[in-house]
């Protein structure tokens, strides 16, 4: 027998909208048969079919089948007309098989039904989508937007939690602006029809696919555009494994203790896999690791030069570099050798980052150093508590963890080594050592 299988995702407010559209396909000789991986139609004689979508308030989001007591609901309808074809969630379709049949709920009930299940199925989305929305801002406006800003990623990925809680925002006003104007209706006994035709809502409804169809392209521009070779590793082994998983219990369809526990299982394995093909992936391409500490020798003194980690994006770059000022040369296994300076250089065309980056390292009362005009910078602080010293030019910021006080020759040294010098005048040699 002929089959076809159609990908259409009907919410608790389309019900009256999904049993037309079953009307109509059954006009054409498609007979809906029931849910696998998308809705399941038979190719028999067209005819007229009647059917209605119903909100089973005991039904739950991790059903994909009928569930027994689904069932027992089931038989009470079948005994008012209405043969259950199958269900999904809380969604029941139901064929008229009587022509005596009689409504399954009143209009009240069946409007209570479709208000409770709509408001359950994305309240815990939205809490959700505004937590992470208010996270990433959060990390965006303390001491992490040093770092944050210059990774593309995290800039998509803070782009999309914020299009998907707007998403989830516009969602509740619909809701809130559709259960308004039903209660209304309701209240001057009229019927609601629950799908397309209300009126009103439509706007709210586009906005919500509008910003869901922009995250989806974000989130393709990010692992197209945007992802290194690890991280779409990453992406790939998440992408396949989710699929994987939808095909596979869409397929067997398991009962609703089972459904739950199998994508608990599945999800800890597509974690795991994904992150572990990603930590081999960066272990074995990684530059940063394949780079020793090189000795710095320069008219200043001879100490060593260490890159440990880099980033580079859309608003700069920033590098954070291990540097042992000549008094320390050659190492100490001492951990806390105050001549280990640990120095990280924020690199933007943007004056505004560096401002913000400069005023995140400057919160707190702080000083001018010692010898501060060998730095030649526009501002220079250090910490009146704490080993910390910040120093801002036009296009980059130095901001240093370490010795304090650096005198004249240690500060030049470190220029040197770093590039921040405003000429160039001087030779520096640089020659690789087994650290």
């Known amino acids: 027998m002929k089959k076809k299988m159609a990908f259409r995702n009907y919410g608790y407010r389309e019900c009256d909208s999904f049993a037309a559209y079953l009307e109509k396909m059954a006009s054409k000789g498609w007979i809906f048969k029931g849910w696998r991986f998308g809705m399941i139609f038979e190719k028999e004689a067209p005819r007229r079919e009647i059917y209605d979508v119903e909100v089973f308030p005991e039904g739950d989001e991790n059903d994909v089948k009928p569930e027994p007591n689904t069932k027992e609901y089931a038989q009470y309808c079948q005994e008012a007309g209405w043969e259950l074809i199958d269900s999904t969630r809380k969604l029941c379709v139901f064929r008229k098989i009587r022509e005596d049949a009689l409504p399954i709920v009143t209009e009240r009930e069946r409007y209570e039904n479709i208000r409770e299940a709509e408001w359950k199925a994305f309240r815990g989305r939205l809490a959700f989508t505004c937590f992470m929305a208010v996270s990433e801002w959060y990390a965006l406006l303390n001491t992490d937007f040093a770092r944050n800003i210059f990774s593309d990623i995290w800039i998509a990925v803070f782009i999309l939690w914020n299009l998907y809680f707007l998403e989830n925002a516009a969602r509740c ?10 209660e209304k209706m309701l209240e001057q006994e009229k019927t609601p029809f629950y799908g397309s035709r209300v009126k009103g809502s439509f706007i709210w409804e586009a906005i919500r696919k509008i910003l869901s169809f922009a995250g989806f392209l974000g989130i393709i521009a990010m692992v197209l555009l945007l992802a290194d070779s690890q991280t779409m590793s990453m992406y790939l082994v998440f992408s396949v494994g989710m699929l994987l998983m939808a095909v596979l219990l869409a397929v067997i369809r398991p009962s609703r203790e089972w459904n739950m526990l199998l994508q608990a299982i599945f999800a800890f394995l ?20 394949k780079k020793n500490a090189q000795v710095i020798e320069n008219r200043y003194g001879t100490g060593e030069l260490e890159l440990t980690d880099e980033w580079e994006g859309i608003f700069g770059k920033a590098r954070r570099y291990n540097v042992l000022l000549p008094e320390g040369y050659p190492r100490t296994d001492d951990p806390y050798d105050e001549n280990a300076m640990i120095c990280q250089v924020y690199q933007s065309p943007y004056p505004w980052i560096l401002e913000r980056i400069y005023s995140i390292y400057t919160k707190e009362e702080g000083e001018i ?8 910078a526009l501002q220079t602080e250090q910490s009146r508590n704490e080993n910390h010293t910040i120093v801002k030019y036009g296009d980059r910021v130095l901001y240093m963890t370490g010795k304090k006080d650096l005198d004249r020759e240690e500060i030049l040294f470190i220029r040197e080594v770093l590039k921040l010098s405003q000429s160039r005048k001087g030779n520096t040699n640089i020659k690789k050592t087994s650290a």
């Open 173 to 182: 006003v619909s809701y809130l602006f559709w259960k308004s104007r039903t």
């Open 270 to 289: 597509i974690i795991f896999v994904g992150f572990s093909v990603l930590m081999v992936s960066k272990a074995e391409n990684s530059p940063i690791h």
């Open 369 to 376: 150093p010692p010898d501060a005009e060998a730095w030649e």
